[in-house]
Antibody
Framework: QVQLVQSGAEVKKPGASVKVSCKASGYTFTGYYIHWVRQAPGQGLEWMGW????????NYAQKFQGWVTMTRDTSISTAYMELSRLRYDDAAVYFC??????????WGQGTMVIVSS | QSALTQPASVSGSPGQSITISCTGT?????????VSWYQQHPGKAPKLMIYDVSNRPSGVSNRFSGSKSGNTASLTISGLQAEDEADYYC??????????FGTGTKVTVL
C-alpha cells in the first residue's frame, strides 16, 4: 500500500542539528512532491516546505530559510529534512506528507524531536 | 504568512450538522481553490478529508462536505458521529508559492 514511514524519535541538545528521514513505498517516489509539516506540543500544524523528488528542487517557508535543508535519495525512495541550530521551541512532531492536487494526501506517522540540555 | 483563522472549538450532538469556518485573505483562500481539510485524532497523523474546496478523496464519508465564499472556506459535517470528535485543520495554497494551515478547531460530540 501507499505509505510514508519516518525515522524514530530524536533527542538533541540546543544548537545541534537533527535529520529526519521519510521512506516512500507503494508509488513512484519521483512523481509527487514531499512536504514537511511540524506540530509543537498542543499546537497546530506548521508548513515548513517541500522538495521535488524528481529534480531535487526545494521551496522553504520564509521562516525556515537558511535553517532547514530538504534532500532526497531516489535510489532508496527516501526524503530527508535537516533542521540546524535547534532551539527549545523546535521541539515538535515532524511529519512528512505527499502532495497530490495541492493537498497532502498521504502522511508519515510523525517523528518526535525533543530538545533538551 | 499568517495562519488561517478557525474557531477554537465547535460542538454538536450526535446526528446534528456542524460547520467549521476557515478565514484567509485575498492572497490565499480568496484567490485559490486549493483549499483542503484535515482530521487529526490525538497522537495520530492528519488525514485528508476534503481537497480543492469540495472534493472528497476515495473512502471519506459523504457526511463531510466543503465550500468556499470569498476569503472564507467551510467544512460541514452532517449526521455527526462520536468518531468525528477530533481536531480539524484547513489549508490553502498561497500567492507566495507556499502553503498555510488554519489555527485548528476541536470538534466535540456531546
Amino acid at each position: 500500500q501507499v505509505q510514508l514511514v519516518q525515522s524514530g524519535a530524536e533527542v538533541k541538545k540546543p544548537g545541534a542539528s537533527v535529520k529526519v528521514s521519510c521512506k516512500a513505498s507503494g508509488y513512484t517516489f519521483t512523481g509527487y512532491y514531499i512536504h514537511w509539516v511540524r506540530q509543537a506540543p498542543g499546537q497546530g500544524l506548521e508548513w515548513m516546505g517541500w522538495i521535488n523528488p524528481n529534480s531535487g528542487g526545494t521551496n522553504y517557508a520564509q521562516k525556515f530559510q537558511g535553517w532547514v535543508t530538504m534532500t532526497r535519495d531516489t535510489s532508496i525512495s527516501t526524503a530527508y529534512m535537516e533542521l540546524s541550530r535547534l532551539r527549545y521551541d523546535d521541539a515538535a512532531v515532524y511529519f512528512c506528507a505527499r502532495s497530490s492536487v495541492e493537498a497532502f494526501d498521504i502522511w508519515g506517522q510523525g517523528t518526535m524531536v525533543i530538545v533538551s540540555s | 504568512q499568517s495562519a488561517l483563522t478557525q474557531p477554537a472549538s465547535v460542538s454538536g450532538s450526535p446526528g446534528q450538522s456542524i460547520t467549521i469556518s476557515c478565514t484567509g485573505t485575498s492572497s490565499d483562500v480568496g484567490v485559490y481553490n486549493s483549499v483542503s481539510w484535515y482530521q487529526q485524532h490525538p497522537g495520530k497523523a492528519p488525514k485528508l478529508m476534503i481537497y480543492d474546496v469540495s472534493n472528497r478523496p476515495s473512502g471519506v464519508s459523504n457526511r463531510f462536505s466543503g465550500s468556499k465564499s470569498g476569503n472564507t472556506a467551510s467544512l460541514t459535517i452532517s449526521g455527526l458521529q462520536a468518531e468525528d470528535e477530533a481536531d480539524y485543520y484547513c489549508s490553502s495554497y498561497t500567492s507566495s508559492t507556499s502553503y498555510v494551515f488554519g489555527t485548528g478547531t476541536k470538534v466535540t460530540v456531546l
